[in-house]
């Protein structure tokens, strides 16, 4: 799976101060996915309504910090909704 607009990522070895756009780290280990489900419901609600909108969560454990709590910010619209999904086969 690769990037596309609106498309973010997220990984247990990620990281919450990378773009997140990227499916695993990049060969200088400069960026990558992001780190927490928290990081990437930010970048999702930070993109205009009516763009596409998805994160994807590569396999492992994930730990929060605190309650992840959805809004009616994090539902999109019927055309263009919010997904949350595994990264395929994982």
């Known amino acids: ?19 997140g756009e990227l499916p695993q780290v990049n060969a200088e280990g400069t960026d990558g996915p992001f780190r927490s489900a928290t990081r990437v ?13 998805e994160a994807v969560f590569r396999g492992g454990t994930y730990f929060l910090a605190a309650p992840l709590r959805f809004t009616a910010q994090d539902s999109g619209t019927a055309t263009q909704p919010v997904v949350f999904r595994a990264y395929p086969g994982e």
């Open 1 to 19: 799976m690769e990037s596309a607009p609106g498309r973010f990522f997220v990984s247990p070895t990620g990281n919450d101060a990378w773009s």
């Open 41 to 53: 419901q930010e970048a999702l609600r930070s993109l205009p309504k009516g763009h596409a909108r």
